[in-house]
């Protein structure tokens, strides 16, 4: 989970870029919090594996999107692009890992 979480904070920092390039406005810490407080309430008591599985899917799906962004994105941002979708798979690769899948 600290890979993650590490890999999460070097994402959002190359991701800011963008965000101000195009003067996008992130969600609110205080919003994200409470979505990590919901979904961590939602996965309370759940087999931690079958979390870790749910998780590959819905990141694989994450993955496809980052592809079409990148398919769309202009020259300029295709370095930014790219990391968002090797994130992902980082992601889905790291939760492998962690069980055996």
Do not use: N
């Amino acid at each position: 989970m600290e890979r993650c979480a590490a890999l999460e904070r070097e994402t959002a920092t190359q991701l800011s870029a963008l965000l101000q390039k195009y003067q996008l406005t992130p969600r609110a810490q205080t919003m994200l919090e409470e979505r990590g407080v919901l979904d961590a309430r939602r996965d309370a008591g759940s087999d931690c594996k079958k979390v870790m599985q749910q998780s590959i899917k819905l990141h694989a799906g994450y993955v496809a999107e980052f592809k079409a962004l990148e398919a769309m994105g202009p020259v300029e941002d295709q370095r930014i692009l790219a990391a968002l979708t090797a994130h992902e798979i980082q992601l889905i690769e790291s939760i492998r890992a962690e069980t055996g899948a």
